[in-house]
């Protein structure tokens, strides 16, 4: 089964960029799709954004259109989140999910997690 491991998060000030990985491996089939979810302190985990593999389909959240960019290593399998202007908005636990899709959706249908990677947006 696929597995999944984000890097690159980590504190910034308002305004700043961070770059996010999610490094996978396992996949059978290139029809894959992976999505970033984040879970701020006190709130319900949300999905920011995705990419369908076999297309480069995309998906964004409304606040984060225009400042987040999804993009993919297909050699690597490898799904990076490029995020600038962050805002303290976007403080949280960002975790990487794949399943086989040929269409982003919403979390119920990503089987495969990672750990997540703690993005800390403060002055």
């Known amino acids: 089964q696929p597995h999944l491991v984000e890097s690159g998060g980590g504190a910034v000030q308002p305004g700043g960029s961070l770059t996010l990985s999610c490094a996978a491996s396992?996949?059978?089939?290139?029809?894959?799709?992976i999505g970033w979810f984040r879970q701020a302190p006190g709130k319900a985990r949300e999905g920011v954004s995705c990419?369908?593999?076999?297309?480069?389909?995309?998906f964004y959240v409304d606040s984060v259109k225009g400042r987040f960019t999804i993009s993919r290593d297909k050699d690597k399998t490898t799904v990076f989140l490029q995020m600038n202007n962050l805002t303290p908005e976007g403080t949280g636990v960002y975790y990487c999910?794949?399943?086989?899709?040929?269409?982003?959706?919403?979390?119920?249908?990503?089987?495969?997690w990672g750990q997540g990677t703690q993005v800390t947006v403060s002055s």
């Open positions: 396992g996949f059978t089939s290139p029809k894959w799709a």
């Open positions: 990419i369908a593999n076999h297309d480069g389909g995309t």
């Open positions: 999910a794949a399943d086989y899709l040929l269409f982003c959706s919403d979390q119920d249908a990503f089987d495969w």
